[in-house]
């Protein structure tokens, strides 16, 4: 199959696609974009100003954008956590907000505010709310759009991941984030994935040595999701439709980008993907629909599998996987090596420490586990358990509420959010050019170099 990106260059804006009224041209506004800065006014260089702690006593209130599967979850996490008012809730769909409110009164809290008047309703709950967050899991073209009107109405935001799908997207936030002195933060939940964050311990500890090389990726056969009617207005498809490119990035780069110190003495450098052609979605649907029907028909410009490198200014290399669309086992193939050891996850928990393990031989990363175990695992392995994905989720949002509560840094900001995400543009770009090497933009602008790594984080 021909892809579209191979035959055209695009320069669709995010908003002229919006205004078109189609989601052609979604992630590719790259054209008249440097890779390398913001063509806009610089305003302050790479920081912004740490914003307070709310009053004592006050709870932290949240306005709530798209409560399908994950915003749900979400809702959830929070309606559990001590010190949270969930204010107003808004979606495209009356009748999940109408479940969410009910949810909320059930939990003892004043029925939220509702927004449901089509898809900007979420400027209106900006500007008439009183709110100390705005938190979306909307589909991902939204998610820029929703941070920036929380912040420009003077409240922190907090997005599903991926925060943006363009590079004009990642400077936005970046931008409006150091203007507004907002948060602005991805909820990467697999940063608070309990191996992850074991493994995280174990390189802050020195137990692999210097860091040289790491892997990982989001390898989960949604074929099936995609297909059928789990997101709402198959919204995940249309991506897979128009888009060539490491789609999803942020769950496998998020915990390497935290162990290899990006943005915080280190930087991504350059990039470079390639990937296969596409098979899966169309024979599933041919399978599923029948040969004639229009999603066997329909051409899918994502690749099966794509590959992604990339070099950091530190010197270490990372492959980046993304392989949605076929039948296989999920996994974050996270593997991270240095100069005296490797550690990896799927589809076992292996280690191998040069002068501890034996030989040339693996064996489980459970024996290091109580040794290692991340202290915030120690403190919220209760009460996180039972909620999403084996509890880190509720993890990851606890630590949100805990930061804006006692005006800490956010375990992730805003420049995280963007050279995350960024993967994505760039891989799209780099795709769309014979697999090219590109550079990375520098979204702290230098700041990195001065930046304190993430520490090991108590409660
Ligand atoms: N971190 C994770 O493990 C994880 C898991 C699943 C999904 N996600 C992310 O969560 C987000 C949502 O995914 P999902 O599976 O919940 O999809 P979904 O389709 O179930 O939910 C999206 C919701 O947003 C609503 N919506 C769409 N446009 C809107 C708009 N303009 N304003 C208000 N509401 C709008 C939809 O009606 C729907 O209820 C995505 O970004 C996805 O990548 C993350």
């Known amino acids: 199959m021909k892809n579209k990106h191979d035959e055209q260059e695009h320069r669709t804006t995010r908003r002229d696609f919006l205004r078109a009224g189609s989601i052609a041209g979604l992630g590719v506004a790259l054209g008249s974009l440097s890779l390398s800065g913001c063509a806009s006014s610089q305003p302050q260089r790479g920081t912004f100003l740490a914003p307070g702690a709310l009053p004592a006593g006050r709870p932290v209130r949240v306005g709530f954008v798209g409560v399908g599967n994950m915003g749900s979850a979400h809702v959830g996490n929070l309606l559990n956590i001590e010190g949270v008012q969930l204010c107003a809730i808004c979606d495209i769909v009356e009748a999940k907000v109408a479940r969410v409110q009910k949810l909320v009164e059930d939990a003892g809290q004043p029925r939220p505010k509702g927004y449901s008047r089509g898809t900007l309703d979420f400027k209106r709950m900006c500007a008439e709310e009183e709110l100390d967050?705005?938190?979306?899991?909307?589909?991902?073209?939204?998610?820029?759009?929703?941070?920036?009107?929380?912040?420009?109405?003077?409240?922190?935001?907090?997005?599903?991941?991926?925060?943006?799908?363009?590079?004009?997207?990642?400077?936005?936030?970046?931008?409006?984030?150091?203007?507004?002195?907002?948060?602005?933060?991805?909820?990467?939940?697999?940063?608070?994935?309990?191996?992850?964050?074991?493994?995280?311990?174990?390189?802050?500890?020195?137990?692999?040595?210097?860091?040289?090389?790491?892997?990982?990726?989001?390898?989960?056969?949604?074929?099936?999701?995609?297909?059928?009617?789990?997101?709402?207005g198959q919204w995940r498809l249309k991506h897979s439709i128009e888009r060539n490119g490491d789609l999803y990035p942020t769950h496998g780069i998020g915990p390497v980008a935290q162990c290899m110190n990006i943005n915080r003495g280190n930087q991504f450098e350059t990039l470079v993907s390639m990937s296969s052609k596409s098979r899966g979605l169309q024979l599933y649907a041919s399978d599923q629909f029948g040969a004639d029907s229009p999603l066997a028909r329909q051409e899918y410009a994502l690749g099966d599998v794509v590959i992604t490198l990339i070099r950091t200014v530190n010197g270490e290399t990372i492959v980046i996987t993304h392989d949605t669309d076929s039948p296989r086992p999920y996994s974050r193939n996270i593997l991270v090596q240095g100069t005296k050891g490797i550690i990896r996850k799927y589809p076992e928990e292996l280690i191998h420490i040069q002068g501890r393990s034996a030989g040339h031989d693996w064996e489980p990363l459970d024996a290091y586990r109580e040794q290692y175990d991340h202290p915030i695992w120690k403190a919220l392995a209760d009460k996180s358990r039972g909620f999403g994905h084996g509890g880190m989720d509720y993890i990851e949002d606890y630590r949100l509420v805990q930061s804006l509560r006692e005006g800490t840094p956010t375990d992730m900001d805003v420049y995280d959010a963007a050279a995350w995400s960024a993967i994505s543009a760039l891989s799209e770009r780099s795709i769309a050019r014979r697999s090219r090497s590109l550079d990375f933009p520098d979204f702290t602008r230098g700041a990195w170099k001065d930046r304190e790594p993430l520490g090991i984080i108590s409660i």
């Open 133 to 232: 967050l705005v938190y979306t899991a909307t589909p991902w073209e939204w998610h820029t759009p929703v941070c920036v009107a929380a912040m420009q109405n003077g409240k922190h935001a907090a997005t599903e991941v991926p925060a943006a799908v363009t590079l004009e997207e990642c400077w936005e936030l970046v931008e409006t984030a150091e203007k507004q002195h907002r948060h602005c933060v991805m909820m990467e939940n697999c940063c608070y994935d309990r191996t992850e964050m074991l493994i995280l311990n174990m390189v802050r500890q020195g137990v692999l040595g210097e860091l040289i090389h790491a892997e990982c990726g989001y390898l989960h056969d949604l074929r099936r999701h995609k297909l059928t009617n789990v997101y709402e």
